[in-house]
Each structure stands twice: as C-alpha cells, then as structure tokens.
C-alpha cells in the first residue's frame, strides 16, 4: 500500500453518555425487531446538542488519547491489540465481504426522510466528512424510519478504495451516511457505492472545496444528500440493498451498527475518483470474518 495519512472511518471523536451505558449490551450483532410500533413524535431537543456528527464512542483508552491509522504498527492489524477496552477484536465487526445472496425479501422497511442542510465539510484526518444541520427540535432533522424506529441522519463521509468488497471485489469509493437513534445510542448506516462512469455535478469542487489536509470549509449553499443515492433509493420495491448486524469501522470498533449497503451504484468521472482517491489516501479497513453472520439481500 501507499504512504498514507491517517484517515477515519466512521469519524473518531467523543459519543455519547447515553450510547456508553449501553455498550455492555452491544457485544453482539445489532438487530432491529422486524415488527417494531412506530415511535411518537419527539418534540424537544433529546441529546441534539451532543449531534456533532462524530460517532466513535471514545479514541482514547481509559483517559489516554490514542493515534491510530490505517498502515503501520498503528494500523487495522493492531488495533485489537491497542486498548483492551477497544471491540476491534469483536465477532461482529465492520466491513465485510458481501456474497450476493440468491434470492431477496422485503424485512427491511425502510423509508428516507432527509432534508436540505447548509454546507461543512470536515477533514478530521481520517477522512472527508459532510455534517448535516441538526435542528434543535428533531421533528424538523433528517432522519430514515427503519422497522419504525427513527435514525437521525448525523454526517456522511468517504472512503477510498470501498471498506466492504463484493465477491471481492473493492469499488474505488464508499460512502457512508450515518444515522443514530437518540433512545438506545444504536446506527443506522447506509453504504453506497461510487464507480466510474459519468461526470458527477456533486463533486464538481472537490479541489476546491474539499480541505486537502485537517481542517474545514463552510458554506450557506444548501443541498440535500439524497442527490448521492442511486435512482430508486426510496422506494420499497426499487430499493435493493444488502444489510447485517457489524460494526464502526474505525477504533474502538463498536458492534452496534446496523449496515444496509446499497446494490446499485452511483458514478463519478475517472477524473473526480483520481482526486478523491488522492485526498483520501487509502482509508479503508480491511474486510472482517462474518463468523456466525449472514448478509441478507432486501
């Protein structure tokens, strides 16, 4: 692999109180009731001031700050090793090789809710992170209903080459949009592929926009993620999708993901794929065993 700059995954930084006290409970693969009664409106501020749109529960290990990477004596191979505390060694963990099962079903009801938000973008040094606005009352936020239960859209980010593979195969992108639910502490993240193909308008200021090293850059202009979904992203039928219980991908690697991939693509120019891959560096994680796992097709 190249020389890389220590990019995330998932986004490193502080989570939340209420998602800590449930970790004990999160050591196995995140599931959601397939029949689950839709949540009631919630109309106040629950936890939005903690939305920051970092989503790692914590990077350091018992108060000591920790460096990880993606390469190295700090890389994926020894983040197990690098703090006890730390899932990274987990049975369930986060990404993994998708085989396309034979048939589907319809067990995921899953509906977007995502709303147009002004522009920041973040290099935290892991990554290129897209936060999105969070509105002090949640009734006004992006959000998906999965099963019925409502996951608050935090960010989105990049990675390059894909962190999940098919059939082995990497895609020279993957971007993941990350949403939590502010009762249990549990994600909902949506994966989506990015492959060659024709120009992208969305990424027509990577060069210019994107902070090439940490930092950030702001903007009133408004726009609404859904223009990174492929075609049919909201419907129940056109929607396919792969989807299992795992992890963050990034330390400390906690199994409290639930992973919807998508299976239809969205494109960029080979131009737009040079300059990210080139920003980005090659921040991905290797894939992981599925162990007792099985990826399911909707």
Known sequence: MSSKHPFFKI???VFFAAALSMMGACTNESKISESVEPQAEINEPYLVNDFTGEITLRTDCEGTNIHWEYEGIDGPDYWEDICNSW???GNHQ?????????SR???KKLRFYWKNTATFIVNNGHTIQYNVDQPANLNEASYISLNGQKFYLLQFHFHAESEHTVNGVHYPVEIHFVHRNPIDGQLAVVGVFIEEGNHNPFFDDIMTSWPHDEG???SSDTYNPKVLMPAGYNSTYDAHFWWYGGSLTTPPCSEIVNW???STNIEASHEQIAEMEAILHENYRPTQPLNNRLVKAQ
Do not use: R
Request: hydrophobic residues 50%; aromatic residues 8%; negative net charge.
């Open 216 to 218: 950030d850059f702001a």
């Open 260 to 262: 919807m991939v998508w």
């Open 94 to 102: 986060s990404p993994v090789n998708i085989i396309p099962p034979a």
């Open 87 to 89: 899932d990274c060694g």
């Open 11 to 13: 986004s490193a930084g």
């Open 105 to 107: 079903n319809l067990a």
